[in-house]
C-alpha cells in the first residue's frame, strides 16, 4: 500500500475509513501489531491491527517503549558507535594540532557519539539517534 492510499479497518459491513500515514524514519516510529479475537454464538472473527506508534523521545539516554516484535515495554538498551559528529570533531581537533591521541577523545565520549536503541529481551533494533 502506497502512501496517501485510504484503507478500510473494520472488516465487513462498514467500518472506519482512514488515510495511512506517510512511511516514517525508523528513529520517529515503530511498528505495532495486535490480534483481536471476537467470539460469537455464531461466528468467531479475528482482526489484525496494526498501527504506527510515534517515538520523538529517542535520545541518548534508554527510554521505555513497547518492542514492536515482542510486544512488551521495556526499558531500551543503549549501545554507542562513531557517528558523522564523532568523526568531524576528530578531524578538527587533528588540524587544529591535537595530534598525540588527544585529537581521538570524541571516540570516547559518549555524547559525542551515535546512540543505538535496543530491546533487552528480543535484540531487536528499536531506532538510532543520530547526533548529526
Known amino acids: 500500500m502506497t502512501p496517501g492510499e485510504i484503507n478500510k479497518v473494520g472488516g465487513e459491513g462498514g467500518g472506519l475509513w482512514q488515510n495511512c500515514p506517510e512511511p516514517c524514519q525508523m528513529s ?3 511498528s505495532v501489531s495486535l490480534c483481536l479475537t471476537l467470539k460469537n454464538q455464531n461466528f468467531d472473527r479475528i482482526f489484525k491491527i496494526s ?3 510515534a517515538v520523538d523521545r529517542l535520545g541518548d539516554q534508554p527510554v521505555q517503549v513497547v518492542c514492536p516484535t515482542c ?3 521495556v526499558l531500551s538498551k543503549v549501545e554507542y558507535s ?3 559528529l564523532t568523526y568531524l570533531l576528530c578531524t578538527g581537533l587533528f588540524f587544529c594540532g591535537f595530534v598525540l ?3 581521538l577523545i570524541p ?3 559518549d555524547r559525542l557519539r551515535n546512540a543505538q536503541h535496543t530491546c533487552p529481551t528480543c535484540k531487536t533494533k528499536l531506532g538510532v539517534y543520530k547526533r548529526l
Do not use: P, Y
Request: aromatic share 12%; net charge positive; glycine share 12%.
Open 71 to 73: 510486544h512488551q515495554t
Open 82 to 84: 562513531a557517528g558523522l
Open 101 to 103: 591521541g588527544c585529537c
Open 28 to 30: 520517529k516510529c515503530l
Open 51 to 53: 498501527f504506527l506508534v
Open 107 to 109: 571516540f570516547c565520549v
